[in-house]
């Protein structure tokens, strides 16, 4: 049986984004080994909810079909002189895990800067840039020359590049767009959330995601400065205008739930009329394909986002695109608008569109497995 490796740019553990998310895809259609970035004893101190990833073994089943593995590394792996021990430690960990499941690899997807194409001799090598990692070298907290050197290194080595926005096609010749797609569900039916006040009655404005420097702080500001209920779901990194973000979740409008599991996240987008997509002016965020966008639609909810190259592509009037400075009235406006069971359908059908499950048959393809 064939095996795909999938190295993630970011942990099977951590906010589901794009790698999680399509590694889940593909493991549908194929076994599938999705390897973390490296993790070393000091890392749990540095991000604390990693922890718990470090204390079972490094090799866990998720499920049928589907491996997840955590190579454990020495600390300092992110250091200039470390960087290609840490490499092949990753290299190493990934080829004993895919032999001792006793499966073929006939394809690797990188979706990080790591020297990692080659960790499989003879399997097709595909490199996914699922984010701009030099516009976003300040954000990631690395080196945009380490980061423009992988980057090159990574075209040079692969047999294919896959990009997730129409803007990284620019930049990357040859490649192909396979962009973020969205999980149907039933947010209608799912349970009220414990964690969310009974008395907090719609029109419900709400943000799901990880709240970081990406993220307009003022437009979610703005928002809750209006008296709406907005409702906030996910992680909020403590480095960004921690203030400013205490300030806003302590307005009695607004709750703030933290981190949720993906598979919880039905119950909050059922509190939430109007999602939003409140992505600040970067060169990193042009580049990008928030996966918020679809999942709002998928639950049948309004959308409201900054302009966004990815927004455009869409081709929907579906999403209502806001400048900064009409963020807060375009969010008014939507939520003015009856969610009525035709309008919350059509939402839904053009999501179909775009599931997870199509971007996998589409990566699936480039990885050379169509009749998997």
């Known amino acids: 049986m064939n095996l795909v490796v999938y190295f993630g740019g970011t942990g099977y553990d951590g906010v589901a984004g794009t790698d999680r998310r399509m590694a889940d895809g593909l493991a549908a259609l194929t076994p599938v080994l999705y390897v973390d970035p490296p993790r070393s004893v000091l890392t749990p101190l540095i991000h604390p909810h990693l922890a718990a990833s470090l204390r079972g073994p490094a090799l866990r089943e998720v499920r049928a079909g589907l491996w997840w593995l955590t190579p454990r590394v020495l600390p300092g792996a992110q250091r200039p002189g470390m960087r290609p021990v840490t ?32 960790a499989v001799p003879g399997a097709r090598a595909v490199y996914y840039a699922t984010d701009d990692l030099v516009a976003g070298a300040a954000l990631l907290g690395q080196s945009a020359r380490h980061l423009r050197a992988a980057q090159a290194r990574q075209l040079a080595r692969a047999d294919a590049v896959a990009v997730v926005s129409p803007v990284l096609r620019e930049r ?19 349970p009220w959330p414990g964690d969310v006040p009974g008395s907090f009655a719609g029109p419900v404005a709400g943000f799901v995601g990880h709240i970081n420097a990406r993220i307009d702080l003022t437009l979610l500001e703005t928002v809750a400065g209006s008296g709406r209920p907005l409702l906030l779901v996910g992680p909020h990194d403590p480095s960004y205008a921690p203030a400013r973000f205490a300030a806003l979740v302590a307005r009695a409008n607004v709750c703030w739930t933290g981190r949720k599991p993906a598979e919880e996240l039905a119950s909050y987008l059922r509190v939430i009329d109007v999602g939003l997509t409140p992505y600040a002016t970067s060169d990193f965020n042009r580049a990008s394909f928030p996966i918020k966008t679809l999942d709002y639609l998928a639950a049948g909810r309004g959308v409201v986002s900054t302009d966004l190259p990815a927004t455009a ?8 695109t806001a400048a900064r400075d009409d963020f807060a009235a375009a969010v008014e406006k939507e939520l003015a608008v009856p969610r009525t069971p035709e309008l919350q359908a059509r939402r839904r059908a053009f999501a179909e569109r775009h599931t997870w499950s199509r971007r996998a048959r589409d ?4 990885l050379g497995l169509e009749n998997q």
């Open 363 to 366: 990566l699936a393809a480039l």
């Open 313 to 320: 592509w869409l081709g929907t009037d579906l999403v209502r």
């Open 87 to 118: 490499d092949a430690l990753i290299r190493r960990a990934a080829r004993r895990a895919a032999a001792g499941l006793g499966m073929r690899v006939p394809a690797v997807v990188v979706a990080g800067p790591g020297d990692l194409l080659g």
């Open 172 to 190: 990357f010749a040859g490649a192909v767009v396979i962009p973020n797609g969205c999980t149907p569900v039933d947010a209608d039916a799912a």
